[in-house]
């Protein structure tokens, strides 16, 4: 979309070797944004709940992060927040839409 370059990461959020592997795959792409769902980023504030491994890469470049695919628990878009300081947006859409109907849209104060 908006001729941006778009990342797909196959693999599970944790033990790939570790909970890092979003961090890593931010650091080294100069990812800005991040789609996903916040199941995993539960199994990723289980195996680091300090987020201690976020520390390890340069998420200078990244700027938000989008949870959707079911709902969003406030404790674990807290915990986005908290540790990755940038805006955590929870939005809701169905796949026959083809995409997001429902969201507070980054920007909008």
């Known amino acids: 979309l908006s001729g941006n ?3 797909l990461y196959e693999g599970k959020p944790v033990g790939t070797p570790d909970a890092g592997a979003f961090w890593r795959v931010i650091a080294q792409h100069d990812v ?3 789609f996903t769902a916040p199941t995993a980023f539960r ?3 289980q195996q680091d709940p300090e987020a201690t491994l976020i520390g390890d890469y340069d998420l200078g470049k990244f700027r938000a992060l989008f949870l959707a695919g079911e709902r969003a628990d406030p404790d674990t878009i807290q915990w986005a927040e908290r540790h990755l300081k940038v805006p955590v947006i929870d939005h809701w859409w169905q796949t026959e839409t083809g995409w997001p109907i429902v969201a507070n849209p980054l920007g909008i104060e």
């Open 5 to 7: 370059t778009a990342i």
């Open 32 to 34: 800005v944004t991040l």
């Open 43 to 45: 199994a990723i504030k």
